[in-house]
């Protein structure tokens, strides 16, 4: 697939190319997020790993990421970590763990990139258990109009060459699907959103 070919092209930059989002933009949306993660823990394009130092020891993760180059990338820091961490290859609209597997499900700044979001997040909402865990996170559409627009400009550009969306808003998603949304979050200009969400239903003892 080409945007998989892409993304294991920029495996080798790809944390000094986001260091500047990660510090103007991102702030401390990563260990806000995934501090708030317990028990069973999936990631969802777990890219290079940069969330890995942000979770509680307690939790046991699992990573999936389609780029078999990220994912090097991603065990080498999970080793220099010392965290115990299943990292497999994967496509996020097609998840290969039961129903109900995971008490916490993670996804940070990927659902822009991943073709066919809705998909991805049906299958984030079928692998976690009722009464779990979403932790979200992303760039989304500004609520400044001019910088919605730039953010168009970019669409055209960043679309057809990395799949990249500026404009999604997975919140909208997950409320339709009857989550309840007990943290959120919306700055940088409207750019940047994350939350916290639980399933509905009851985990029965």
Known sequence: MRLRR???GQAGTYDRRIAFAEERFFGDTRPWLCGQAVGEVLEIAVGTGLNLPHYPEDVQVTGVEWSSSMLEVARRRARELGRQAVLEQGDARELCFPDG????VVCTFALC???SPRTAFAEMTRVLR???LLLLADHVGSTVWPVWALQALMDAFSVPTSGEH???RPLRWVRAAGFDVT???RFKLGIIERLAARKP???IP
């Open 183 to 185: 943290r959120h979050e």
């Open 166 to 168: 500026f404009r999604r």
């Open 6 to 8: 892409y993304w294991d």
């Open 113 to 115: 990139g991943i073709p």
């Open 130 to 132: 009722p009464g779990g």
């Open 201 to 203: 239903g009851m985990v």
């Open 101 to 104: 597997s995971f008490d916490t």
